[in-house]
């Protein structure tokens, strides 16, 4: 079980233990909702390409931008040059970097990926943004993404990878309303 699976599981328990008086016609009972618990996502593999892990965090409210997460392994030498998605009108490679006292965040062109080396997208490092939403994005929602390679050789490779909205630990600035240096 997980850490959050976990701490979610106790503090369900300890609002179940609270004291308080039952009568001899108490009709209420103590259901607890069902913790949630969210799978790893599958492997996707694509021509020696290999994703994991893809997820994408839910919107609030209003919010029409969000990220995408995913790990990529690759069998050869490889960049990583776009991302296109029906999800969103804009869809960029973004890199989180400190800039003295400052995170900032920057679109990222290319991102070279070394065979055998994972490259990690993630909360507060690189990360697919994807913004004007066509449409709120939801936990459970599965969001299509469409990965752009460029080999050593030049030739191109277009990778379709599905990620799942859901919750993760890691906290960044797309959750917290944070603008970072972006610009278009």
């Known amino acids: 079980m997980t850490q959050l699976a976990a701490l979610s599981a106790l503090v369900l328990l300890a609002s179940c233990s609270e004291h308080h008086e ?3 016609d108490a009709e209420h009972t103590h259901d ?3 913790v949630v618990e969210q799978a790893a996502a599958p492997s996707q593999v694509q021509d020696g390409i290999a994703v994991q892990n893809a997820w994408v965090r839910p919107t609030v409210g209003e919010q029409d931008a969000t990220g995408a997460y995913l790990n990529i392994t ?3 030498d490889l960049t990583l040059v776009g991302v296109a998605t029906p999800a969103a009108e804009i869809a960029e490679v973004h890199e989180m970097k400190m800039d003295g006292d400052i995170m900032r965040m920057r679109m990222a ?12 997208l993630k909360p507060g490092g690189y990360h697919v943004m994807l913004m004007a ?3 709120p994005v939801a936990a459970g929602d599965e969001i299509e993404l469409s990965l752009q390679f460029e080999k050593a050789d030049g030739s191109k490779i277009e990778m379709p990878v599905k990620a799942v909205a ?12 944070g603008s970072g240096d972006h610009k278009h």
């Open 22 to 24: 039952h009568g001899a």
């Open 32 to 34: 607890a909702p069902a």
């Open 74 to 76: 690759s069998q050869d």
């Open 109 to 120: 062109e290319r991102i070279e990926i070394k065979a055998g080396e994972p490259l990690e």
């Open 133 to 135: 939403l066509t449409a």
């Open 166 to 177: 859901g919750q993760n630990a890691g906290g960044d600035h797309h959750s917290q309303g």
